[in-house]
């Protein structure tokens, strides 16, 4: 059997997951469906009357305060999508529909790993088309304050996270990592979101992180994790912010060839390197690979330019 490499993908099969919304508290449920060859990630409310699909891309984000919002949070609008996103990417999902019965992703155990877990059981199915991607071609950086973030032109992908919390318990903690199915499952995927149990009390008073608890969270509290089992690596924190930053950055709607650099950044900021990117077209290109190339024949990584496509961004 001749071997391709390089295709689009979905997934070989479709699969349900349930479990709850952080801020809400409520049951949540998604089926991720299979979809055809150039469709995207596209999110669709299965609780509405009249059903909008909503792209997962970059100009679709309408918040980025407590988590990523795609749509119109009071109308079609799903919100942290980020881990789900961040799954799809890292394990090379290309196309599918995301079916969800409410406003809100299920939080799992606050991190990727439940998500990664379904896409290797049902499988990842190779398509009938070459993978275009999105080619950084210059340098692009946003400051905040003390923040910044940047895109680099990179020979692969690549994401170098480095935080900075006052409390001695996180302290400067940095990932960086190219970025491969092995290393997002094995050293990424089972991260999970933290706070300061100050704050997450602070969120109920305002009725946001009603769902939040200690199976799908770090609590930190005095300099101490509260989680009996304590954190997964010593450095748990960056590598949240880490896969935080790949769920976000998912949403160019094309896999970045690229490094993205952040320091104290986030979900704003992950977004702003993504409009600031797309203001300069010429920061940028969209390149594709072969959709029938053997193995054996790869020339220049495989990818050629492919002048006549444009960014999936509408």
């Known amino acids: 059997m001749t071997a391709f490499v390089d295709r689009q993908t979905t997934l070989a099969e479709q699969v349900t997951l349930t479990g709850i919304g952080v801020h809400s508290g409520k049951p949540a449920s998604i089926t991720l469906i299979p979809a055809e060859a150039g469709v995207g990630i596209v999110f669709t409310r299965t609780d509405q009357d009249d059903s909008v699909e909503v792209p997962a891309l970059w100009d679709k984000v309408s918040a980025t305060a407590l988590c990523t919002v795609l749509g119109d949070p009071s109308k079609d609008g799903i919100s942290t999508v980020e881990h789900i996103m961040a799954a799809l990417f890292g394990m090379g999902v290309d196309n599918l529909i995301v079916e969800i019965d409410g406003p809100e992703m299920p939080i799992m155990d606050g991190s990727s790993a439940v998500f990664v877990e379904a896409i290797e059981h049902v499988g990842v199915k190779r398509l009938d088309r070459g993978r275009r991607y999105l080619k950084v071609k210059k340098a692009v950086r946003v400051d905040t304050g003390s923040a910044w973030c940047e895109l680099h032109p990179y020979e692969g992908t690549k994401f170098d996270i480095t935080i900075d919390f006052d409390t001695p318990l996180i302290g400067r903690q940095e990932f960086c990592s190219d970025m491969t199915p092995d290393v997002f499952r094995d050293e990424l995927s089972r991260a999970r979101t933290f706070g300061n149990v100050k704050d997450v009390e602070q969120l109920w008073k305002m009725g946001f992180a009603l769902g939040s608890s200690l199976e799908n969270s770090v609590a930190i509290a005095e300099d101490k994790v509260l989680n009996p089992e304590g954190t997964r690596w010593p450095d748990e924190f960056a590598r949240h912010k880490a896969l935080d930053a790949?769920?976000?950055?998912?949403?160019?709607?094309?896999?970045?060839?690229?490094?993205?650099?952040?320091?104290?950044?986030?979900?704003?900021?992950?977004?702003?390197?993504?409009?600031?990117?797309?203001?300069?077209?010429?920061?940028?290109?969209?390149?594709?690979?072969?959709?029938?190339?053997?193995?054996?024949?790869?020339?220049?990584?495989?990818?050629?330019?492919?002048?006549?496509f444009g960014p999936d961004v509408s």
Not at 283 to 303: H, K, M, T, W
């Open 246 to 308: 790949v769920g976000d950055l998912a949403l160019a709607g094309l896999p970045i060839l690229g490094l993205y650099r952040s320091y104290k950044g986030g979900h704003k900021m992950n977004h702003a390197i993504l409009v600031k990117l797309f203001e300069d077209p010429g920061s940028f290109e969209i390149v594709e690979s072969p959709a029938f190339r053997q193995v054996g024949q790869v020339d220049n990584g495989g990818l050629a330019a492919a002048v006549a």
